[in-house]
């Protein structure tokens, strides 16, 4: 109870606050434009910002370790978020500056307009991409490789339960946890990455084609992407799971195989639904009469024809899709349907190691491996989800 | 009037029509599992004689058609039939088993107080930030929100659900982090046990919500009349609430009735997560186990739920077109 008094105390304190910042702002400038127009939400938001600084400052520098010996694991974990946020900052700073001194001239433009939160997040994919393509050469163990101690905790102080041939830990079996994140990209990204692109594929080319012939074919797809869209695709991709689950050991296909299968036809009705609607704009243009008027064949019209005049809107529904299967898979590893063991993935890994984070409290370093796997998830998905802010920013011509 | 009753009804039949194919493709989509569900109940040693009683029991000698009109009626007088888990433990000599109805639900009653007590929390929330970053757009308060609500849109769920134990259960213990509630527990004790798991949800609704919000308001402070509202010399945060609000009605009821959507259905992490007994839970677990009569209805109550607060969305947004209430 005397936690939220305190939070009533401080907020009628911080209104005050900006009543008298504002009256002393007007008294000291003789009544400047800046102080004299300035609403009461302008006040309180400065006032509101400069005291959240102190305080994070204040708490920065508070020690690490409390008068009887256990670690402040707070303030730890509060240096660790800024320094990752500072560090972020800057890379995402030289980045830019290295985009717009390097690289071709349409490079160079498309890096000038560009904000910190998309160079960031074109540096994150980046980074992405080379850990999962060179994966087996970064790690410094084996997929699965079981090593000698199970449990080992990141940090590698031995006094702390860490071992510094392990930098991040060793999971419950003792399989090293750097490498599994190392790998993990590779697979979980990669997964998503072929999913996207299948949905892609079937989404894309069934929606051209519907916009194309329209029709009965239209009608019929159109209906049936009505009804598989009213059920929630988490729900039914665990349904369908289920029954893959029995086929897939009927077949001795993995279930992966059918994870990925399931999801991008879940995921291609969305992908349909643009397409077509993309599609229906383009095809009444007089280049597709043309097109049609010179005997161009059917394939010819969808990808030579269409594809490349709907490109724009589908990269950022790519990015978008993208996200959604990644977060979807993600969920069902999580679930423990999904990607299956012994290949390495970030969701599966985040269900493991996630009730270690309840020893966060006495050692700091316990909740770092389940984090750090889930964060992955987390990082990349922001990433791309920035950039396509971005991109929807700047074809929206949305400059308010 | 005559004209926004009959399109209410034209959307509330057409939503009927759509919980009945969906029904279809759910009854189609279990029954097209390999083998059938008397050999999955009674497992690999099972006699020929006792999987056939079972088939009879369960009228799986029917023909399909028949099976889906009878599973239909069934799912239509709330008699959903018994699980596997269920039938086995009977098999055993079990006693006192329960029917899928009943333990459905508890939990579904547990996931509707989940998702009140969020709603309660993130709509408030939500449209309060979206009408102060629009009223502060292109502020650093617009971008830090910005960046932060992008950022909770596209981050896993477990992910904030983890942050939120580490920093409100761990570090300090404000909110237990085991939902572990049951029938009979006192109200207060329930909220509180409830509250990080609400917590996350509202994280993830409120982004979406408060984004929406704020490009609705925004959209709408280039027209004409906010910019006579404007030149009238009322304040900016009246200009927003009285004039530019009312008429961003229509999309902001529209996203809010599809994050509730989200609520009864997306649950199902958060509440693995927290160890909610909520129908997610039930859902994941029959999932594991193939227990194929709860996860049917399962699937069916959350479709139905989703279809049912679409149609919401859109007949209130219609309802609140002021050009459809008033026709000429």
New interface residues.
Partial sequence: MS?LVWFVIIIVGLLVAAYVFRLAGQAITSNAPKFRDM?F??AF?YIF?ATLFVWATYYYFQPKITGVGTPN??VI?FRWAVQGFIIASIAAFLFRVFGRAVGTEVTKKLFRSMPL?ASFGILVIILYAITAIFAGSIAPYGESEILGAANVLAGGDITAGGDPAYPLGTDQIGRDILSRLIFGARNTVGIAFITTCLAFFIGGSLGFLAATLQGWLDQLLSRSV???M???S???A??????A???SI?LGVPLTIFMVLIIAVIDSTRVYRLARAVGLNIVVMDYIEAAKLRGEGLGYLVFKEILPNAMAPLLAEFGLRF?FVF?TI??LS????GIQPPLADW?TM?RDL?PF?????FIPTA?VS??LA??A??LL??A???VV?WMLHKTSGLQ? | MQSILKIVLQRLGLGIV??F??SI??FV??N????DFAQ?ILGQGATPESIATIRRDLGLDQPLILRYFIWLKGMLTFDLGTSFAQLNFANFGGAGTTTVAEQIAPRLSNTMFLASVTACIAVPLAVTLGV?AA???????DKAAN?FT??S???????MA??L???F????P?FP?LSNIYDGMPFSERLEKSMLPALTLTLVVTAHMMRMTRAAI?SLLASPYIEMARLKGL???RVIIVHALPNALAPIINVIALNL??LI??V??VE??FVYPGIGQL??DS??I?D?PV?QA??LI??AA??LL?LTADILSIISNPRLRHPK
């Fill in positions: 936690g609403t939400g302008v938001g910002g694991a707070g974990f939160t009505d009804v598989l009213a059920i929630p988490l729900i039914f665990l349904l369908l799971m289920t029954i689950s029995v086929w009927k996200c977060l993600a969920a999580f679930l423990g349907v969701g985040v996630g984070i309840n020893f966060a409290a909740a389940p984090l889930a964060g998830i987390a998905t922001v791309v989800n920035f802010d308010e | 759509t919980l194919v969906v493709v759910i989509a279990v097209s599992l390999p083998g999955a102060l009223l502060y757009r292109n502020t650093a308060f960046m992008l950022s849109i596209s981050s896993p769920e477990f992910f983890y942050v134990i580490l920093f259960a761990v570090l300090n404000i982090s925004i304040s900016p945060m959507a989200y259905t997306g199902v992490v693995v997560v859902f994941v999932v594991k193939r194929i996860v399962c699937c959350f479709a989703y279809i679409n």
